[in-house]
């Protein structure tokens, strides 16, 4: 049987060969492509998408234009990390906030009735490299996550296609278990 395959959309992350890692060993194969160079539809060939941790500032709606349109336009599960949850959550409406910079890793509480937790317990320590928040989950999302500092720490879309995590899932075994349960949903 073939691995499924992942697209990775590198909008600037540090770590994008961690990320690639991460999803190889919960048993997908990936392929990295530029913010910049995306291409207009996914064809099938892939079955899953992930939108790496950004440089640029999630709410510049025309640099990620595109990218939006290839999210919303695609029929696949898509992950957003860090920035890629910015992002997502900023075209569909939602208000980002400066806020204190986090480093580290951080405790979450999780909703373990959704299937992205379904290898991690209702308390996960997650790695956060970051100082953009978002405060409440846009229209057509909800908090499925949640942190004493930040209110929306993973998001999910109401039709559950659409998924957003604030932290770098890419780091710390909770993040690589909360990637297996979104591989779970392509598989």
């Given at each position: 049987?073939?691995?499924?395959?992942?697209?990775?959309?590198?909008?600037?992350?540090?770590?994008?060969?961690?990320?690639?890692?991460?999803?190889?060993?919960?048993?997908?194969?990936?392929?990295?492509?530029?913010?910049?160079?995306?291409?207009?539809?996914?064809?099938?060939?892939?079955?899953?998408?992930?939108?790496?941790?950004?440089?640029?500032?999630?709410?510049d709606q025309d640099y990620y234009k595109r990218l939006v349109g290839l999210v919303m336009g695609s029929d696949v599960p898509v992950l957003g990390i860090c920035g890629g949850l910015q992002i997502?959550?900023?075209?569909?409406?939602?208000?980002?906030?400066?806020?204190?910079?986090?480093?580290?890793?951080?405790?979450?509480?999780?909703?373990?009735?959704?299937?992205?937790?379904?290898?991690?317990?209702?308390?996960?320590?997650?790695?956060?490299?970051?100082?953009?928040?978002?405060?409440?989950?846009?229209?057509?999302?909800?908090?499925?996550?949640?942190?004493?500092?930040?209110?929306?720490?993973?998001?999910?879309?109401?039709?559950?296609?659409?998924?957003?995590?604030?932290?770098?899932?890419?780091?710390?075994?909770?993040?690589?278990?909360?990637?297996?349960?979104?591989?779970?949903?392509?598989?």
């Amino acid at each position: 049987m073939t691995p499924p395959r992942v697209l990775v959309v590198n909008n600037g992350t540090l770590s994008l060969r961690q990320l690639q890692t991460r999803l190889e060993e919960v048993g997908s194969l990936s392929d990295a492509v530029h913010v910049a160079s995306l291409p207009d539809r996914l064809d099938g060939t892939y079955q899953a998408m992930v939108l790496s941790g950004t440089k640029v500032r999630a709410y510049d709606q025309d640099y990620y234009k595109r990218l939006v349109g290839l999210v919303m336009g695609s029929d696949v599960p898509v992950l957003g990390i860090c920035g890629g949850l910015q992002i997502i959550a900023a075209a569909a409406g939602g208000h980002l906030a400066e806020g204190p910079q986090r480093v580290g890793g951080y405790e979450v509480q999780v909703d373990k009735q959704e299937p992205l937790f379904a290898f991690v317990k209702p308390t996960v320590t997650v790695f956060h490299r970051h100082t953009l928040y978002l405060r409440q989950a846009p229209p057509g999302f909800r908090t499925i996550g949640q942190s004493a500092h930040a209110p929306v720490e993973f998001l999910r879309s109401d039709d559950g296609r659409v998924l957003g995590s604030q932290a770098h899932l890419e780091f710390r075994n909770d993040g690589r278990e909360i990637l297996r349960g979104f591989a779970q949903m392509y598989s």
